[in-house]
């Protein structure tokens, strides 16, 4: 089992920034890949970055430019630095961990989510 908490959240002001972090714990070898989704309400939950198996990054267009994801392996820690935020970015965001077991079989771990909230 893998456990994930986030922390970072809260309410900044359009053009403002935020760095969302998640410490993962538990049986983190058993950890292929890591990254950052979020869930607007109404919506469905969607990636926002995360880290391919072979270590590179993955971002979704709305947040190319804007966001950077990180990681610091000895804290099994990933973090989301977001600049430049809107309103439409206003959404749960959630950790999430990912074991592969083979190509076609794997499991999905979340964190309980952190709220962000963009003001105009």
């Known amino acids: 089992q893998v456990q994930l908490v986030e922390s970072g959240g809260g309410l900044v002001q359009a053009g403002g920034s935020l760095r969302l972090s998640c410490e993962a714990s538990?049986?983190?070898?058993?950890?292929?890949?890591m990254g950052w989704f979020r869930q607007a309400p109404g919506k469905q939950r969607e990636l926002v970055a995360a880290f391919t198996k072979d270590g590179l990054t993955n971002y979704a267009d709305s947040a190319k430019g804007r966001f950077t994801i990180s990681r610091n392996n000895a804290k099994n820690t990933v973090y989301l630095q977001m600049n430049s935020l809107k309103p439409e970015d206003t959404a749960v965001y959630y950790c999430?961990?990912?074991?592969?077991?083979?190509?076609?079989?794997?499991?999905?771990?979340w964190g309980q989510g952190t709220q962000v909230t963009v003001s105009s």
């Open positions: 538990g049986s983190t070898f058993s950890i292929t890949t």
């Open positions: 999430n961990a990912r074991r592969d077991y083979s190509t076609a079989a794997y499991i999905n771990y």
